[in-house]
């Protein structure tokens, strides 16, 4: 099979798509572009990880408290219950 033969083999089966797409993730990363998208998305994740961390903080702190009043004779009842948590996990 020659050389132009396989050439269009591959973009009759979809080629075209594909070579659309390298050009563009060669444009994006020539331009900064793929760059700046990627330290984006790292301050994102740093963000998403930092409010993880404090809330597990703050449901450990409100824990200690409970159980404070617990240990402090406050009956349960006067307690708040916990808060339902409206998103699945």
Do not use: C, F, H
């Not at 824990?63 to 948590?85: C, F, Q, Y």
């Amino acid at each position: 099979m020659s050389i132009e033969a396989l050439t269009a083999l591959v973009l009759a089966v979809g080629g075209i798509p594909a070579i659309l797409k390298l050009a563009d993730w060669i444009k994006a990363t020539r331009s900064g572009k793929a760059t700046a998208e990627k330290q984006r998305n790292r301050m994102a994740l740093n963000q998403l990880e930092e409010e993880m961390s404090y809330r597990r903080i703050m449901q450990e702190y409100a824990s200690k408290l409970r159980r404070m009043l617990i240990d402090l004779g406050v009956p349960e009842d006067r307690i708040p219950a916990w808060p339902a948590r409206t998103t699945k996990v």
